[in-house]
């Protein structure tokens, strides 16, 4: 009896890493979160739709089919057919790892760019920074979707000129906050320690100060697909982003709006796609928000 | 035999107050204005004063964690601000800090083995199979355990934490360590231990500490000699036996005689100064204590005193910025409270 006591308690004052404690305490938090789990859930659901949903579908996404041609819900084609007669179902399933990709990949280009910039701006702070962040304002100063627009009508229409596009226009936001994050870290007296060693900036900039400011850009890099995803459709639904045949959501919405009033589900699916993802995400996003805070206790 | 191992010469801090739309200076807050003084090798020099006068500055500043606006730091013969960016972090290995914070000193998120290593990893001090060795050594000297190596900050008490903050600074195998109000965060029990040890390493590693803090008893206990400023300028130097019984400067006389006395039978005569510490932003012309000096004159209002020693009953070393020492101590001046 008495052994199991000790067994126990040298249980209990295991190494324990902060980071490592952090995520836990942040999981935590974000599993008693029952809304920001229905976004978390559904984003692994449609992340693994994207992988290894072309191989269920029983339609070809791009060869059309005149005989079936604006076909209505049914059995056969769950969600209808468009106007070449190809199944708006298989379209979607395929379109979903599209859409993901411009997604992730967009957004994690503006961060490392963002992030890079942020925290040089807030390191070396005076000129370096005035100047920076002054560039990073002219960015913000344009509505996100105008700048990639213009982007995408200089550089043209596909898919990889949306995603630049995308990674410009989110390098400012991650470049702020990070920034802000970076002026509330670099005057701790660990840093100034550190620095008394000796260290390098690099050296401080990487292993002291980015570690500890990785929640904020966390949350934005999370919040920032759904708008990266909303973009992207966007820029598709103008024709400037990806190109007809492609199954992008955008423009198979963009396709869908000629038939408007006598077939409205070719539209309807496609946009309800897009709003389950940047739904997902900013769910998932502002419950990945709440759980880093540390002034709300769950 | 003593040798002068730092030397600091008409030491300038001046933060810039900037404003407007444009960002352009509008003033400067003179955080340290004209300091100089020496400590020789092996000894603790402390700096007294209370809050805002300049102490830690000057700290940062001869380890140029602040650039100075001007003067000279002299360390072991060099000059620290003639040194380029790379050339003063190699310099860097001889001078060392402990900080007041120890919660704040070290990185939450490396265990005291990736803090003491990197340390020695940075300096280069030794080859990577001699660092756990070497580790587990300054541990021990630490009064630590070798066991408590893989342990993070959080897992401490703040009286540990300070510990591993002396560690840190010794893995590098310092001359002059900096203590910036090193203890004042802890409990007075440990506050003692901490002390202690650094009496301890300092007899046993030859160390020079130059030692900042506000609390006059630990400055006691620990100094050999004691500076004391007032608003970003050095009062009073000496030695601390002729500081603590035989004070010059009216300021030096006002701060000892608020160190609390243990009987409560004993009437205190505290001398209480009226106002507050002028601001560093337009500091008082001549004499900067004239404004709350019971003794002032029209000449302190305009002549800035020189540190100086006085013929009548001064040791040698012992310096006061004050016009009146002589009046003063032969009781021709009477206090105006």
New interface residues.
Partial sequence: MAETTVNVSTQNTK?????VENFKTMWRKLKTNRVAMAGGILILFFMIISVIGPWFTSYDPLLPDISSRLQGPSAEHWFGTDHHGRDIFTRIIHGMSITLYIGFVSVAIGMVIGVFIGIIAGYYGKRTDAVLMRIMDVFLAFPGILLALGIVAVLGGSINNVIIAIAVFSIPVFARIVRGSTLSVKN???I?????????DA?IIF??IL??ILSPIIVQATLRVATAVLTATGLSFLGLGAQPPTPEWGAMLAAGRNYMWEHPHIALFPGLAIVAVVLAFNLFGDGVRDALDPKIKS | MTTELLKVSNLKQYFPIKGGILGRKINDVKAVDDVSFYVNAGETLSIVGESGCGKSTTGRAILRLDEPTSGEISFNGKDLLALNKREMRKMRKDLQIIFQDPYASINPRQTVRQVLNEAMEIQNVLPKEKREDRMMELMETVGLGAHQLDRFPHEFSGGQRQRIGIARALSVDPKLIICDESVSALDVSIQAQVLNLLKKLQRELDLTYLFIAHDLGVVRHISDRVIVMYLGKIVEIADKKSLFDNPKHPYTKTLLSAIPVPDPTKKKDQIILKGDVPSPIDPPTGCRFHTRCPFATDKCKEEIPELRTSEINMAAGHQAACHYIEEIESGEMTPNY
Avoid: F, K, M
């Fill in positions: 190494r324990v890493n902060p980071q701790l007296e660990y100034d320690a550190v620095r008394a060693l000796g260290a390098s050296r292993r002291h570690p500890n």
